[in-house]
């Protein structure tokens, strides 16, 4: 099993920037790709972003393409989402997931996830 703490939420204004951290740990050897998904008050979960740990290889969801970027480090088993320009709508719990090993669907559904962490908030003020 595999366990994920992420952190870096905060309050933050229209404009500005967070760094989302999750720090995996547990059986990390078994990791294949990590996202990030987001979820508002009265919506449903959706993909934000994720990447392939082998070669570093990084998806995104549409509205988040130019602002925000995933990353990982290896060495440290923690995968982050720098979120730049940050908007109203950007306002959200963040969770992180690993996904299921030798899985070769879209990266953009949850059903691709097998782990998730407890969420961090992100609230941003116009």
């Known amino acids: 099993q595999v366990q994920l703490a992420e952190s870096g939420g905060g309050l933050v204004q229209a404009g500005g920037s967070l760094r989302l951290s999750c720090a995996v740990s547990?059986?990390?050897?078994?990791?294949?790709?990590m996202g990030w998904f987001r979820q508002a008050p009265g919506k449903a979960r959706e993909f934000v972003a994720a990447?392939?740990?082998?070669?570093?290889?990084?998806y995104y969801a549409d509205p988040m393409k130019g602002r925000f970027t995933i990353s990982r480090d290896n060495a440290k088993n923690t995968v982050y989402l720098q979120m730049n320009s940050l908007k109203p709508e950007d306002t959200a719990v963040y969770y992180c997931?690993?996904?299921?090993?030798?899985?070769?669907?879209?990266?953009?559904?949850?059903?691709?996830?097998?782990?998730w962490g407890q969420g961090t908030q992100v609230t941003v003020s116009s």
């Open positions: 997931a690993t996904g299921r090993p030798y899985y070769t669907g879209t990266y953009s559904s949850s059903q691709a996830y097998v782990a």
């Open positions: 547990g059986r990390t050897f078994s990791i294949y790709f």
């Open positions: 990447i392939r740990w082998s070669d570093g290889s990084t």
